[in-house]
């Protein structure tokens, strides 16, 4: 069965720590991986997408990286603010079939930040 | 910048109702999701459409339908409301291959 999984389920930290996120998934068979940042009670936010082809993304103080071989993904953030804190979720696009674009979510990272 | 539209942050409707949720992207994707989200269990597809007029079943489509007449608009349908179909629904769309792209959610309750 192809699953994502993150790890730890839940992170907090003080301000300025540098942090990573980790992702596994169970296939190295993938289209793509994207990284995504949830707000309470609010929708998703695309952070990173990173194809199959590539080993790593960077935006600002977020860089992500790929390593298709061992199933990981893992989201670096440097400089962690208290406006990081939010759920971030790791979702891949398994590779076969007619899936269209259809994405595996793991159950999220729960970043608290506080000053 | 890629938006994609929910037709209601908050939605409250009696059991036996029939409901409609409302999504609509701008950006000429073809393929556009339908997911529900629930503390524990995660996102879950419901149902997603490759073209219009064209749909596939998720993970978990039982009690619900589709809809897709244009290309920027795909429609959820709960035909009968029940109480276990209370959630946070969330509409995506992406272009075959890239980023997805997520509405902000429709929070329904079902009374």
């Known amino acids: 069965k192809q699953e994502v999984t993150q790890i730890p389920a839940a992170l907090s930290v003080p301000e300025g720590e540098n942090l990573v996120l980790n992702c596994s998934f169970t296939?190295?068979?993938?289209?793509?991986l994207q990284w995504f940042r949830q707000d309470p009670g609010k929708g998703l936010t695309s952070l990173l997408l990173?194809?199959?082809?590539?080993r790593e993304q960077t935006s600002g103080r977020l860089n992500a990286s790929l390593d298709k071989s061992s199933g990981r993904s893992t989201l670096y953030i440097a400089a962690s603010q208290p406006g990081d804190s939010a759920t971030y979720l790791c979702a891949v696009r398994y590779a076969g079939g007619t899936s269209y674009g259809k994405l595996t979510f793991g159950q999220g990272t729960i970043l608290t930040v506080h000053p | 910048d890629v938006k994609v539209t929910q037709s209601s942050r908050y939605l409250v409707k009696r059991t036996g109702e029939k409901v409609f949720l409302e999504c609509v992207q701008d950006m000429d994707h073809e393929n556009m999701f339908w997911y529900r989200q629930d503390p524990g269990l995660g996102l879950r597809l419901i149902y997603f459409?490759?073209?219009?007029?064209?749909?596939e079943k998720g993970d978990i489509p039982e009690g619900y339908s589709v809809s897709r007449e244009k290309k920027e608009r795909f429609s959820l349908i709960l035909e009968s409301a029940s109480t276990n179909q209370t959630s946070m629904y969330l509409c995506?769309?992406?272009?075959?291959?890239?980023?997805?792209?997520f509405g902000p959610g429709t929070r329904l309750t079902v009374t």
């Open positions: 990173i194809q199959s082809s590539q």
């Open positions: 459409s490759y073209d219009v007029k064209m749909k």
């Open positions: 995506a769309s992406t272009k075959r291959g890239y980023e997805q792209y």
């Open positions: 296939d190295s068979a993938i289209y793509n």
